[in-house]
């Protein structure tokens, strides 16, 4: 799951994949809440699931939001 969103974000951000790592945080890429809930869909979308993302979740690593993908998948 992690190189499915390291893959999105390199291609959304032109960032090259190499630069992105699991610990790399959302605010070093400058995603604001409307990016992540964008990202979110795309995510829901290609897997087809619902993620059920509550707002006041705190996601700050690509890392920690495969983790929270992979954990909704089993």
Sequence with gaps: MYERIRSYLSSQLDIPAEELSR???????HL?????VEMV????E???IDLGM???MQLETLG???DYIEEKLE
């Design 23 to 29: 610990d790399t945080t959302f605010e070093s890429l």
């Design 32 to 36: 604001d809440s409307l990016d992540m």
């Design 41 to 44: 869909m795309d995510m829901e």
């Design 46 to 48: 290609e897997l087809g």
């Design 54 to 56: 509550e707002g006041d």
């Design 64 to 66: 920690d939001l495969a």
